[in-house]
């Protein structure tokens, strides 16, 4: 009936309750009371007042009960309840503690370094086993470590929580940063077709230019050669009109 028991913390035997898986609420009402005696307040007919050892060993079991509340569960319609053992710890018990500590690690693969949540939570179940013992022989002092337990996962919650904003502040980031790039990587090949298409706007101006200078280089040359022989012909025509000038001139001087 006893599940397993893989906890570092030392549980006592585990106790039936009840048959009926509604026994927990009944174990909540109040039992009836008795008349109390005359000339005794509270008391009953047939009560004795309880040693005060009695009383002190309920209230130490009390405090262990708020510290580490006892276990409950049900199996085959019986609810089962397990609270923690008021037995004091020996020396042997803190060896013993110590051996399954480095046993745990060891057989569940806990990492030695960084971040790692089985290694957390032997160490955590370790130090309920310590506040369980320091508890017994000095309820102050275990109240004590309780605060400092709490103060501890609080502390190591919000580091959890600042860490996990973190990663998503960062996908977040890697997410607009792989965005960006691809944003950037569409613009840049818009770029590049708008520099082919320039470069081929270039080329053709170029061979329209090459085209241009060539058809004018073509037509320079007729022009000059044009000129040329036309230079020629005015030069023999006027030397043909000089010849005659100069032949009309000497016969009539004679």
């Not at 009936?1 to 109040?30: C, E, F, G, H, I």
């Not at 199996?75 to 089962?80: A, C, I």
């Not at 860490?163 to 940063?177: C, H, I, N, T």
């Not at 082919?196 to 050669?225: F, G, H, M, P, T």
Request: glycine share 4%; with cysteine; aromatic share 4%.
């Amino acid at each position: 009936m006893t599940p397993t028991n893989t906890s570092l913390v030392k549980y006592d035997n585990p106790k039936l309750v009840s048959r009926s898986t509604d026994a927990k609420a009944q174990r909540k009402q109040k039992s009836p009371q008795q008349s109390p005696a005359p000339g005794v307040p509270g008391a009953t007919r047939d009560s004795k007042l309880p040693p005060l050892d009695v009383k002190s060993q309920q209230a130490e079991v009390d405090i262990l009960n708020s510290i580490l509340p006892p276990r409950e569960w049900t199996e085959s319609g019986q609810l089962w309840v397990q609270q923690v053992s008021s037995t004091p710890a020996t020396r042997l018990d803190v060896i013993n503690l110590q051996e399954q500590l480095d046993i745990r690690l060891q057989q569940r693969q806990a990492r030695e370094t960084g971040i790692c949540p089985v290694r957390r939570e032997l160490y955590s179940q370790c130090f309920d086993e310590l506040i369980r013992q320091v508890t017994i022989s000095c309820a102050e002092r275990g109240l004590l470590l309780l605060r400092v337990r709490d103060e501890i996962r609080m502390t190591i919650a919000a580091y959890q929580t600042l860490y996990e904003s973190s990663v998503a502040f960062g996908m977040r980031k890697a997410l607009q940063a792989e965005q960006g790039k691809t944003d950037m990587q569409k613009k840049i090949e818009e770029l590049e077709e708008e520099k082919k298409d320039l470069e081929r706007q270039v080329n053709e101006l170029k061979s329209k230019c090459d085209a241009i200078e060539k058809r004018e280089a073509e037509r320079r040359v007729v022009e000059e050669k044009k000129h040329a022989e036309e230079i020629q012909f005015l030069k023999r025509t006027n030397q043909q009109l000089k010849t005659q000038l100069e032949g009309i001139i000497q016969p009539s001087k004679k």
